[in-house]
């Protein structure tokens, strides 16, 4: 006979999801009824919570009988528990059902299943008994890490605090504190998939500031509030971490296919193409907030099931905090350095670079519809930066300007920044990006605080659309 055990003596990474439980019930007439869990949550050491999602058999049978028995998997070594529970009650409101239910929704959303695959309650249950299963399966030794190699395992999490924190210390601008806070978190970490998002000038959007570990896909990708992970992060501003993300993805296109077969699917909405890896398996994010505002978003994702631990999430929350006072110090500076200049604008100067012959013009059109900036049948970049690009290269085109400032740009109303935190250095920042990756022959050089010239290495040739 097996050892008793504790609920807490099971593995963390029992309860991520990664592995699907299987939950046993009897009715009152004795017929027994075997299906999965969406999620098992912990609370403390006699008790857990399973959503509930659905009015179905185990509902019915756990408020008949009181009873359920569980088969947890061990998602590293497949070793498995038993874990008899007697049904206590159901919430529908509190800290642990708030979390289950973001989890859900964050699915949800992707999956086009907003409003219709919720949960419904946390069910609460006492843990009566725990023990393994002997003979399951033939024990493997636990040699993963949930991030290798990562010179965490050697250093500590002080240390990687430290470097982190240390990396942020030293950029002198906005752009170069994304990209140093990134690198930062694989080398300290091994965080090799990661991006900074901030939100757009509707308050509704966000895009990506800057990516690592994406290539050219994850500079300008967007993702409106409440759509995803990301969104839901953004929309609740907590942080939300999703281990077994493609089972999660399986379980509700399933549930999306069995509501369309007998609904005709008419309350569903198209599943929404999201930002990240293909493969992500395992999905962190994190608010960042200053001054009770949203700043943005710091979001993580490995191709790894259970990736990331809780500590993890702790980690970056205090990450994040940094990220966030730093892009709030940014922004104050960049107005008080508008409030100092009073200097003209120079008339054109010499390029930072020498020039380079070129044998073609280039051809830009701007779609006034959607703000957006096409270079030839390529698309460039939309909404506030390509509103900027476009009166960039206009005044130019008009009276050969070269010099600009961040000030002209605030005061100037046809493009739409926002009165309070318009995050413009930002915005720069991601219009630079896409202009060194889909048009190099067009820079937007810093000459000093709040002052940038244009530089082009071809003639242009600019045409508007309604």
Known sequence: MSKPLSITDLPARCFQGVAPTVIATCGADGIPNVTYTSQMYLLDDGRVALSCQFFNKTKQNVLATKLACLQVYDPVTFEAYRVVLRYHHDETEGPFFESMSRRIDAIATHTGMAGV?????????????????????????????????????????????????????????????????????????????????????????????AARGYGESGIGAEVGFGEGLIGTVARERCSLRVSGVGAELRYGRAIRTSVQRSTGGRDLRPEIPLPGLVDAQSQLAIPLVADDELVGVLALESPRPAAFEPWHEAFLEIIANQIATAIDAFARREKDDDEDDDEPVAAAQSPSQAPVECTRTLKLRFFKSDDCVFNDDEYLVRNLPGRILWKLLGEHVASGRTEFTNRELRLDGSLGLPALRDNLESRLVLLRKRLEQKCPEIRLVPVARGRFRLELECPLDLAESP
């Open 117 to 209: 695959f919720k949960l419904r309650s946390a069910d609460v249950f006492d843990v009566v008994s725990v023990e393994k299963t002997e003979n399951f399966m033939h024990t493997i030794e636990d040699t993963s890490s949930p991030l290798e190699p990562t010179q965490l395992k050697w250093k500590g999490e002080l240390y990687a605090l430290q470097y982190v924190s240390k990396a942020m210390r030293l950029p002198r601008d906005v752009g170069s504190l994304y990209t140093a806070t990134l690198e930062a978190l694989e080398h300290a970490v091994g965080f090799e998939h990661s991006m900074i998002l901030l939100p757009d000038e509707s308050g509704k959007r966000l895009y990506a500031i």
